[in-house]
């Protein structure tokens, strides 16, 4: 599905991701690390918000490092960014149906992918007249989860989809990310390894840009420093 | 609530101010209309750009401008009305604003602000200056009887024609919302305004949409061009003050308030005209604009620092 070679990229002058291998099948696949470790910055690269320097980014053995994020949008990749980046003057469901309006494989089933979203979400359902900019962090959170899934996705990738949440929404979402694992791939960024490495298959750990660790899930959860950094028992 | 109150009681004031004045001058009533009508049929579409592509666009006014030049030799050349010119002047300043779009807007959006205004306003002194040098500063005219149709109500009589404006002011406003609220492409317009990169990520080509938006702002502006020119003599600095003035409305209105300009119009239209119709304040007229515009700024940030 996805696949990153020796990847480097940043910002300026200033290097952010250096010389990242990262694989993602279908399957489930965690990133952690901590605040500033260049995350968000792997993902804006895939996204093609970020320019590579060196490297490549496939999808399904199709190169796209230097593609426009629009054109990768439309062949599957659906991101729920950190920001959310909602469309916050509109309707909850203006928001939903431009997910997949200008997705190819998508514009012609809003009706089914709707219903589809207001099952996970029942709350969307409720407020779909709502303007998006007016709702909570949490309900928004699902509003750009729900937006992505609209789209249909090969690949959907949440960049830190607990941060900010409290507690039940965070339970919420991990809950979701489950019960779609079995129909897309999913690549989640998240500080929250505890909750997550329930919810993925594998995962990998970014430090200052490099990838420091990957394993399995359970294989994380037991080695020692995950343990101490991460999960801080 | 308390916004609600609000606008009823400007709603009744002016009303209350309105009745007044037809009782009093009703032609500065009716002519006001009329410039009201003109002032927001060209600015609607300069605060659709704002609105969406987040450009001033300080080559509004000479863009319609060209577009009357076009359409007066298209006219003179094929024996046409300049009313059946209005289409086929939209296509081609359409297609005129898709190329400037794609030569020069297009690789300042990244740039500062102030950039982009030094850009904008270089394209309206390039477009006033090449008209001069290829037509000179000659006015032209078009010949046209319907336009001085008058009408005559008790003991007043005004001319009618320039209604047409406030039918095509009320027309891009309705029209455009409906494109705006109503259809896909229209939604994916306002999302790109609200969110660039919000819409990149759902597939939106957000370049592509600017293009769209701008060439479809020039396509009013033209129709607007062809028709002006039924009414008014054209040289090549007949656009500048409608430039000033758009932006005047948008700025009072408000950004993406398209009702808002409709609103400002007819406020500064029956203002102007008021002033016009006695000696003493004739000449004031002109800069109602922009006394009205500092009031409303001042007025604004007052506001703004109380809350
Ligand atoms: N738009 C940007 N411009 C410049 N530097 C940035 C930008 N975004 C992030 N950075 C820097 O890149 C580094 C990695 O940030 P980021 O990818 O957001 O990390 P993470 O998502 O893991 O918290 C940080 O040092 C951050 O300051
Ligand atoms: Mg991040």
Request: aromatic share 8%; charged share 15%.
């Amino acid at each position: 599905m996805l696949r990153i070679q020796n990847l480097d990229c940043g910002y300026g002058r200033m290097k952010v991701i250096d010389g990242v291998d990262f694989e993602v099948g279908a399957e489930s696949v965690g990133l952690f690390g901590p605040n500033g470790a260049g995350k968000s910055t792997l993902i804006g690269a895939v996204m093609g918000m970020v320019k590579p320097w060196k490297g490549s980014i496939e999808l399904d053995g199709q190169r796209i490092d230097g593609a426009e994020t629009y054109a990768i949008a439309r062949m599957g990749v659906a991101l729920v960014p950190q920001e959310r980046e909602l469309f916050p003057g509109m309707s909850v469901y203006d928001n939903l149906v431009l997910g997949a309006a200008y997705i190819p494989h998508a514009k012609d089933d809003i009706p089914t992918q709707l219903e589809k979203v207001f099952t996970l979400f029942p709350i969307l359902k409720e407020r779909r007249t709502q303007c998006a900019g007016t709702m909570s962090g949490g309900q928004q959170r699902m509003l750009a989860i729900g937006r992505a899934l609209m789209s249909k996705p090969r690949l959907l990738i949440l960049d830190e989809p607990s941060l900010g949440l409290q507690p039940s929404i965070v339970a919420e979402v991990f809950e979701v990310l489950k019960r779609l694992k079995s129909s897309v791939s999913i690549l989640v960024t998240e500080q929250n390894v505890r909750e997550s490495l329930k919810a993925i298959d594998r995962g990998y750990v970014l430090e200052n840009g490099r990838i420091v660790l990957k394993d399995s899930a359970e294989g994380l959860q037991t080695n020692p420093y995950v343990i101490k950094s991460y999960l801080g028992i | 609530m308390i916004v609600k109150r609000r606008v009823a009681i400007i709603a009744a004031l002016s009303i209350a101010a309105m009745t007044a004045l037809i009782v009093w001058k009703p032609t500065v009533l009716i002519y006001g209309l009329q410039a009201a009508g003109l002032y927001a049929a060209v600015a609607i579409p300069m605060g659709l750009v704002l609105g969406i592509v987040h450009i001033v666009n300080l080559a509004h006014g000479e863009c319609m401008m060209l577009a009357a030049y076009a359409a007066y030799f298209g006219c003179k050349a094929l024996g046409m009305d300049p009313l059946v010119a209005i289409l086929p002047t939209a296509i081609v300043t359409a297609i005129f604003g898709w190329v400037v779009f794609q030569l020069t807007i297009r690789r300042a959006l990244k740039a500062p602000e102030l950039n982009q205004l030094i850009l904008t306003f270089g394209l309206a002194i390039a477009f006033s200056q090449a008209i001069n040098l290829i037509f000179t500063s000659q006015t032209y005219k078009m010949p046209l009887e319907y336009v001085s149709a008058s009408m005559d109500i008790g003991d007043i009589s005004f001319g009618v024609w320039s209604f047409v404006f406030v039918a095509v002011a009320i027309i891009f406003a309705y029209g455009l919302t409906f494109f705006l609220t109503k259809t896909m492409t229209g939604k994916a317009a306002v999302a790109v305004g609200q969110n660039p990169r919000g819409a990149a990520i759902v597939g939106i080509d957000v370049y592509r949409t600017y293009g769209l938006v701008f060439a479809l702002a020039l396509a009013l502006v033209g129709a607007m061009g062809a028709l002006f020119l039924t009414k008014s003599a054209i040289f090549p600095g007949v656009g500048s003050p409608f430039t000033m003035k758009s932006f005047c409305l948008i700025a009072m209105a408000g950004i993406g308030n398209i009702p808002g300009i409709l609103g400002a119009s007819v406020l500064l239209g029956v203002a102007e005209n008021f002033l016009r119709a006695f000696r003493p304040t004739r000449d004031w007229a002109e800069i109602v604009f922009f006394v009205l515009i500092i009031v409303v700024i001042l007025a604004r940030s007052l506001k703004g620092r109380k809350s």
